[in-house]
């Protein structure tokens, strides 16, 4: 026992090079792991656990846990794995990451590694996308080409028109190749079923594709909801809806609903907002109470017309709301405009606003430039 103590103890020289040292680790830590498992199968692995709290930087605990899963007695293996994924482009803290992730991929066939590797290339990925995907989700190099990332790939690459966009979004969310026939397709028909046309779904792959992955009940309920506020299928909003209804917890949900009432706003307002832009009900609690407040209370709109333009509550109040705001307000108290609505303020570009409101104020432009410049600082 005491052998085996030291051993771990006194790390591979293969730890050094990862310039990633580990914290000392006190004799009674690892009494207290090795008491947690059977000790005689502890000491036959006791090879594998060196290697991975050593070499690998994993805790002792899951060390021994993974031990009872696989084993290696010789570090061959194991060391021919950490060199492939260096050799693919992997940094060296990298490759350790996705080794922590997925421990047993020391024991995976470097040929069949490989193979996935060279199904990527031949789909156009770079070697720099490659990397991406494992870094962004290891456990993609554990499943199953034939069985599930060449089907999940095949079936994407039948949606998008440009296989650009498709390798875009798989570097964005590499877990796109995975868990397809359980969670992805059955959800997609679903939305098919509900009239969401293809150009809709390639751009909820682009932009909420980890809401595929919800189970197909949860995700079912969610439509049904949606349908039931009648957004148009055939819109954005539709699946922006859907996002949001799988994203937001139910106490969430209802929370914001009340912050959005205390403000003055009825159900039918709620209902409002949520249709013209869903994801009002994904702002911040906080910012919703500051953009609230500055806009009813510092510029004098009413509650409800905030309902009618909800993008505004996740407009930047920093870059946007404020500046601009303080703008109107001085333009106001010069009594040089009138009550513009909320778009004319806020969802115009940049160079337009300038336009409007301070260069053609000839007198004024340089005081309010210098009071717009203020206000983004």
């Known amino acids: 026992m005491s052998q085996f103590l030291i051993r771990i103890i006194s ?189 809709k779904l390639v751009r909820l792959i682009e932009c909420f594709p980890t809401q595929l992955k919800n189970s197909p009940k949860a995700f079912k309920e969610a439509l049904k909801e949606v349908k039931e506020m009648k957004f148009d299928p055939l819109k954005l909003q539709f699946i922006m809806a859907i996002h949001v209804k799988l994203y937001v917890r139910k106490p969430t949900w209802e929370r914001r609903e009340g912050i959005y009432r205390k403000w003055g706003w009825t159900d039918g307002d709620i209902v409002t907002a949520f249709r013209r832009y869903p994801l009002c009900f994904l702002t911040a609690d906080e910012k919703i109470e500051a953009v609230m407040d500055f806009l009813v209370n510092k510029l004098g709109y009413a509650s409800s017309c905030v309902a009618k333009s909800p993008v505004v509550l996740n407009m930047s109040l920093k870059r946007r709301i404020i500046p601009r705001g303080s703008v109107f307000l001085f333009l106001q108290s010069k009594g040089l405009v009138k009550n513009p609505g909320m778009t004319a303020i806020f969802m115009i570009d940049e160079k337009t606003f300038l336009r409007r409101f301070i260069f053609c104020k000839k007198k004024e432009a340089d005081e309010l430039l210098k009071l717009y410049q203020a206000k983004l600082a």
Not at 80 to 94: C, P
Not at 187 to 197: C, D, M, Q, S
Request: charged content about 20%.
């Open 11 to 199: 790390p591979p020289k293969l730890l050094s090079s990862i310039n990633n040292p580990l914290p000392w680790l006190s004799s009674r830590l690892f009494f207290s792991t090795l008491s947690s498992s059977s000790s005689s199968s502890t000491l036959n692995n006791s090879f594998t656990v060196s290697y991975l709290v050593g070499t690998c930087g994993l805790s002792p605990e899951r060390a021994v846990n993974y031990s009872k899963r696989f084993s290696f007695k010789t570090r061959e293996k194991p060391d021919t794995v950490i060199a492939f994924l260096k050799n693919m482009g992997l940094s060296k803290t990298a490759s350790f990451r996705v080794i922590q992730s997925v421990p047993h991929l020391l024991v995976a066939n470097p040929k069949i590694l490989q193979a996935k590797i060279d199904f990527f290339e031949s789909k156009g990925f770079s070697t720099s996308d490659i990397c991406k995907i494992i870094v962004g989700s290891p456990s993609i190099l554990t499943r199953s080409l034939k069985n599930e990332i060449a089907p999940s790939f095949d079936f994407f690459d039948s949606m998008f028109k440009s296989r650009h966009k498709l390798i875009k979004a798989a570097v964005s969310y590499s877990a796109l190749f995975y868990d397809f026939a359980r969670f992805i397709e059955p959800n997609i028909k679903l939305l098919r079923e509900a009239g969401v046309p293809e150009s």
